[in-house]
């Protein structure tokens, strides 16, 4: 498949799970990818899987919740290929934590990699489109942004800014060129979420329509079409891989 053969794509997040999976869709449908993790053993194997499919793809190592980080990931990128025209922001962690047992350092990290790690992503690719007149950002968010979740308040919290933040600049620079749009799975078979207790899996699979989580793929797929020419007129919007835990 050729679909995103334009795209000259940076995943951060990108050595595991849903990161790792949009990194090899991309690839698969054209696009050029930098592997963005702060692992960066976990940045090369995802490559490596890019590289024996016959894709093209660079590993980079960078956490996200600082300058530093974000610049390196474009830096690559642009070294090796003139430019970014896609930004996926997906770099992320997860705790499980009452919120009266919640520090401030616990609230802080969170929020630095989520949220801030998405304006810092969004701020450096802006400037690049705008002189482009192009440019697409996903930034991937999460259904607990939408409706809340038990025992992951900061979670929700840096999800739920994620998805205002998309909105904002969608409105700011969509009649410019760029479309901001953004992705809130329901909870997905990663490592990530196996961090969680067993008592809130299963809790939470049997809230769900499906009765059952969804995969790393089904979020790459959907991320793969709001990249693509098809998803043109989708501007603002959050898509919704969640198994039917939020239906709008």
């Given at each position: 498949m050729s679909r995103l053969a334009m795209h000259r794509a940076i995943v951060t997040g990108a050595g595991a799970g849903i990161g790792r999976a949009i990194a090899i869709r991309l690839a698969q449908e054209g696009a050029r990818v930098v592997v963005n993790d702060v692992s960066?053993?976990?940045?090369?194997?995802?490559?490596?899987?890019?590289?024996?499919?016959?894709?093209?793809?660079?590993?980079?190592?960078?956490?996200?919740?600082?300058?530093?980080?974000?610049?390196?990931?474009?830096?690559?990128?642009?070294?090796?290929?003139?430019h970014c025209s896609l930004l996926v922001n997906n770099a992320g962690i997860v705790q499980q934590i009452p919120f009266r047992k919640?520090?401030?350092?616990?609230?802080?990290?969170?929020?630095?990699?989520?949220?801030?790690?998405?304006?810092?992503?969004?701020?450096?690719?802006?400037?690049?489109?705008?002189?482009?007149?192009?440019?697409?950002?996903?930034?991937?968010?999460?259904?607990?942004?939408?409706?809340g979740g038990t025992d992951l308040a900061h979670y929700s919290a840096a999800k739920?800014?994620?998805?205002?933040?998309?909105?904002?600049l969608a409105r700011e620079f969509s009649d410019k060129g760029i479309r901001v749009n953004a992705v809130a799975p329901g909870p997905v078979n990663t490592e990530l979420v196996r961090t969680l207790s067993t008592d809130w899996r299963e809790a939470k699979a049997a809230q769900l329509p499906l009765g059952r989580f969804g995969e790393p793929e089904d979020v790459a797929a959907t991320v793969a079409f709001?990249?693509?020419?098809?998803?043109?007129?989708?501007?603002?919007?959050?898509?919704?891989?969640?198994?039917?835990d939020v239906m709008l």
């Open positions: 960066l053993s976990a940045a090369r194997e995802t490559v490596a899987m890019i590289l024996a499919d016959d894709g093209i793809a660079l590993a980079v190592e960078g956490d996200v919740s600082t300058t530093e980080g974000i610049e390196r990931a474009f830096l690559q990128c642009e070294g090796a290929w003139d919640m520090e401030p350092a616990d609230w802080d990290r969170m929020i630095a990699v989520h949220l801030r790690g998405c304006f810092l992503g969004c701020r450096r690719a802006i400037d690049p489109m705008l002189n482009r007149g192009a440019g697409i950002i996903v930034n991937i968010a999460s259904q607990l942004g939408q409706i739920a800014g994620i998805i205002g933040l998309t909105k904002a709001l990249s693509s020419p098809e998803a043109k007129t989708y501007v603002g919007q959050t898509l919704g891989p969640n198994c039917g």
